[in-house]
């Protein structure tokens, strides 16, 4: 059974400090690994998606992608109290979307 | 442009009746996905569309569960002799085509109870 594990948190963070997120997977045939972000409440919205080993950057956010070690990250810079939200971590291999729990991330002014 | 829109946003049943959840997906998005969310889980996938035909439907916790797309746009998911332990949120996601990596757009969801 395909697996992605979170850290559930909540990861805490001063506002204006980088906040890491991380996520395993267990099916080496994935291909496409995505991070979704979820307010309370609300649907996921997805803000990045990373395909290939090494580091991709949109912005204040990173996303890390080591498939040796099937781990995924997410790096969000100069944090803000908006960055608070749930943070999923979701996986494919020409199969549907396997999600993790989520970290809760909160970021504290 | 328009979003992902489902409907209703709220339902409210009782044990043992019968529910249906609508979709609209994004304009000319050929796939629809059906996902399921519990209060702390992330979403667990349900059944995917291609066009007017089901795709995948591994993720149907049992025959109680069912989806159609009749015309390849709008989806309905149907939920028969509902329990206690269907209530949660009900995502509809949709993508311009399935090839591998393409994103999902996900609706804002019904959340379901069971009374």
């Known amino acids: 059974q395909k697996e992605v594990e979170q850290n559930s948190g909540p990861l805490s963070v001063p506002e204006g400090a980088i906040a890491s997120l991380n996520c395993t997977y267990s099916d080496r045939g994935s291909q496409s690994f995505f991070w979704y972000r979820q307010y309370s409440g609300k649907s996921p919205e997805l803000i990045m998606s990373i395909y290939s080993n090494g580091d991709k950057e949109d912005g204040r956010f990173t996303a890390q992608l080591n498939k040796a070690s099937q781990y995924v990250s997410l790096l969000i810079r100069d944090s803000q109290p908006s960055d608070s939200a749930t943070y999923l971590c979701?996986?494919?291999?020409?199969?549907?979307?396997?999600f993790g729990k989520g970290t809760r991330l909160s970021v504290i002014a | 442009g328009a979003g992902v829109s489902q409907t209703p946003s709220n339902k409210v049943t009782e044990k043992g009746k019968y529910v249906e959840l609508r979709c609209d997906p994004i304009?000319?998005?050929?796939?629809l996905y059906w996902y399921r969310q519990s209060l702390g889980q992330g979403p667990e996938f349900l059944i995917y569309f291609q066009g007017t035909g089901a795709a995948d439907d591994s993720g149907l916790p049992n025959d109680r569960f069912f989806a159609v797309r009749p015309e390849g746009s709008v989806s309905t998911l149907k939920i028969q002799r509902t329990e206690r332990g269907d209530s949660a949120v009900y995502l509809c996601?949709?993508?311009?085509?399935?090839?591998?990596?393409?994103?999902?757009?996900f609706g804002p969801g019904t959340r379901l109870t069971v009374l």
């Open positions: 979701a996986v494919s291999g020409n199969t549907p979307l396997v």
């Open positions: 304009s000319g998005h050929t796939a």
């Open positions: 996601a949709s993508s311009p085509g399935t090839r591998e990596g393409v994103t999902q757009y």
